[in-house]
């Protein structure tokens, strides 16, 4: 069934004697259901025509200067045999240049004069198979996608054009027609694609998909359609430091939104002139969105920093905790990039022990996705085996907000570490026990020297809640501790030249020094957020002591 009634006739003959195409005189006559629009261009165009032959000797066009009514009819039917002339199947004709844009082969096509001819040849068959021939190949993973169009600003200006002509003939009959009353050009062009897409692609079309398509068009014949608001609006655009020009769509729908409709009038033709050509595809991108992969690594070096060492240009070491994880998810994830964080970081030349430090990897724009869990344990052996530096356990993907779970209360928490002292004075074990009784000790530590070059100086106060001693010889003995999160232990034992106190040293008496720090990590437990793989979900917690396993329904489980 037609969507057009008698009552849209007037506003679909003036609309398509001024050059626009069917389906935008569908959306300025308020057409809200999706089937018109996905019908082929050709089959509209001929029940657009019939529906308006008996209207042809009734058109009146009030426009400046109206040529006769003779020629005004001539050339309304050389304008539809110019738009019935298109290929056989009624299609647009489109291809592929040398430079990967997209253009067309039809010269013989009338282009619509408000859509610039997104609403022709871009929604038909051909076009679309065009498009998903480069998602194919483009090498992504996916089950779903979102599909997303960015059009050429200059339609914001030509839609507005064609509403106030629109307006201006309604008012005439006494109706009137609000700019929300159009259906919007973007939402008529998916009403028409999505269905195109999902059916080539065999995926459906989902707005939460973290796998988007996005189809970049440009139209260099009126790109100057724009200017004039500049001049009549320039606080509208203002530039900025990430745009290419001023004239983006939100700044030209924004003075639009500002100018008099008399003086767009005068600086625009209502209706708009009638472009030469269609637009151009400028691009068409493939992108996946992040995602994460979480667990715990040992660190058993103490010639390795968590993160590449470099300084004033010149690398230090040759690997880092952080490469040697993510140089394996990277070449696993077909990532292009990756951002490394974790719960705390620890000095190069201490050791992680205990269950290991809590981390997270985000992986950017990853080509593959989709993993067993059985491919991730190998994942995780194969990091294992490449390296005796580290070891990381309870690997699995997680979700963005587990990022945010990792790192809140990192100041909070309560940190135990292991180190071996040496002294100046030679000592018998009843020297030291007197380190197992403080409790809660309150101390102020001011900057460290070796971290003041990237540190603001500060006094701060921190708390040893508890010690415990071993005597080893009459020079060195091992001291647990248990901390508040962020004492420099280092400085805790050899005073950092008076800069901590108290400190061991100054509650001994005599000189004290770290030979080696360990951190422990078995207290710190926190439930993570996990990702779903292949409908198993997996529960991710850090700490807690003891291995994993799964359980019986595929969660993942600690034993305590």
């Given amino acids: ?57 009734e058109l009146i066009l009030d426009v400046p200067n109206p040529p006769p009514k003779k020629i005004r009819l001539q050339e309304l039917e050389d304008g539809i045999d110019g738009i019935d002339n298109l290929s056989q199947n009624g299609e647009g004709r489109v291809s592929i240049l040398e430079d990967g844009s997209i253009a067309s082969k039809n010269s013989n096509l009338n282009v619509c004069n408000v859509c610039l001819g997104i609403l022709q040849e871009f929604c038909e068959k051909e076009f679309i198979k065009k498009v998903c021939q480069k998602v194919e190949a483009s090498g992504f993973e996916f089950t779903n996608l979102v599909f997303s169009v ?11 054009a064609a509403w106030l002509l629109v307006k201006q003939e309604m008012g005439k009959q006494n109706l009137s027609l609000g700019r929300n009353d159009i259906v919007q050009l973007k939402e008529a062009y998916k009403w ?14 989902d707005g939460k998909s973290l796998f988007e398509v996005s189809v970049i068009f440009a139209h260099p014949e009126t790109v ?32 639009l939104n500002k100018i008099k409709e008399e003086d767009f009038r005068k600086q625009f033709p209502c209706p708009p002139n009638s472009p030469k050509a269609v637009c151009t595809v400028l691009e068409i991108e493939c992108a996946h969105g992040a995602v994460f992969v979480a667990g715990r690594y040992n660190k058993y070096s103490r010639n390795l920093p968590q993160t590449p060492w470099i300084i004033d240009g010149e690398r230090k070491l040759e690997s880092s905790v952080e490469e040697l994880i993510s140089d394996h998810l990277l070449a696993v994830f077909k990532a292009e990039s990756f951002n490394f964080s974790s719960s705390g970081r620890e000095d190069v030349d201490v050791r992680t022990l205990g269950n290991g430090r809590p981390f997270a990897i985000e992986l950017v724009n990853p080509h593959r996705v989709h993993f067993t869990s059985q491919e991730i344990k190998e994942l995780q052996q194969k990091i294992n085996n490449s390296s005796n530096k580290i070891q990381v356990r309870d690997l699995q993907l997680v979700t963005r907000e587990a990022i945010g779970h990792m790192k809140e209360g990192e100041e909070e928490k309560t940190k135990s570490y292991s180190a071996l002292i040496w002294t100046n004075k030679a000592i018998q074990k009843k020297d030291i026990e007197f380190l197992n009784d403080i409790k809660d000790l309150k101390i102020d530590q001011k900057t460290p020297l070796r971290v003041l070059h990237r540190r603001p100086l500060a006094v701060r106060t921190r708390i040893i809640h508890s010690m415990e001693t071993r005597y080893v010889d009459e020079h060195h003995f091992h001291l647990y501790l248990k901390t508040q999160a962020g004492t420099y232990i280092k400085e805790f034992v050899h005073g950092d030249f008076g800069r901590t106190k108290p400190n061991i040293g100054s509650l001994m008496n005599m000189t004290a020094d770290i030979l080696e720090l360990d951190v422990e990590v078995n207290h710190f437990i926190v439930e993570m957020p996990v990702c779903t793989l292949n409908s198993t979900k997996f529960c991710f917690f850090f700490g807690g002591g003891g291995g994993g396993a799964l359980s019986q329904t595929g969660t993942y489980l600690y034993s305590p």
């Fill in 1 to 57: 069934m037609f969507p057009l009634t008698e009552e849209n006739k007037h506003v679909a003959q003036l609309l398509l004697s001024t050059g626009t195409c069917p389906r935008c005189i569908f959306r300025f006559c308020g057409v809200d259901f999706h089937a018109p629009y996905k019908r082929p261009y050709k089959e509209l165009l001929n029940e657009l025509q019939k529906f308006l032959e008996t209207e042809k000797e």
């Fill in 150 to 160: 960015s059009f050429p600003p200059q339609l914001s200006v030509r839609e507005h």
């Fill in 192 to 205: 028409i694609t999505h269905p195109l897409f999902s059916e080539e692609l065999g995926v459906p079309i």
């Fill in 224 to 255: 100057e359609d724009c200017h004039f608001l500049r001049a009549i609006c320039p606080d509208c655009f203002k530039p900025a430091k990430n745009k290419q020009s001023v004239f983006t769509r939100m700044a030209v729908v924004k003075a």
